[in-house]
């Protein structure tokens, strides 16, 4: 899932937090909604991602096609 937090130090390592002194109570009690919520967004631009790349395929295999008939009238 994802993660929320800060790099651990002189390190590349992310360190998830569960609660944290130094931030407003508001946003510590949303944090575990804040992770759905990305974890939704990331999926859906996947998803999108996918999409796209077959958008593009199927245009590709669209455009070979037109181009094959044009050359067959000639």
């Known amino acids: 899932g994802v993660q929320i ?3 651990a130090a002189a390190s590349h390592k992310l360190i998830n ?3 944290c002194h130094i931030l407003v109570p508001t946003i510590t ?3 575990d909604d804040l992770r759905v919520l990305l974890d939704v967004v990331l999926q859906m631009g ?4 996918k999409l796209e790349e077959t ?6 295999i669209l455009n ?3 181009n ?3 050359l067959s009238k000639e």
């Open 5 to 7: 937090g800060f790099n």
């Open 17 to 19: 937090i569960e609660e």
């Open 29 to 31: 009690a949303v944090l």
């Open 46 to 49: 996947e998803k999108l991602e």
């Open 55 to 60: 958008v593009q395929q199927q245009k590709h």
């Open 64 to 66: 070979r096609m037109v």
């Open 68 to 70: 094959e008939l044009r």
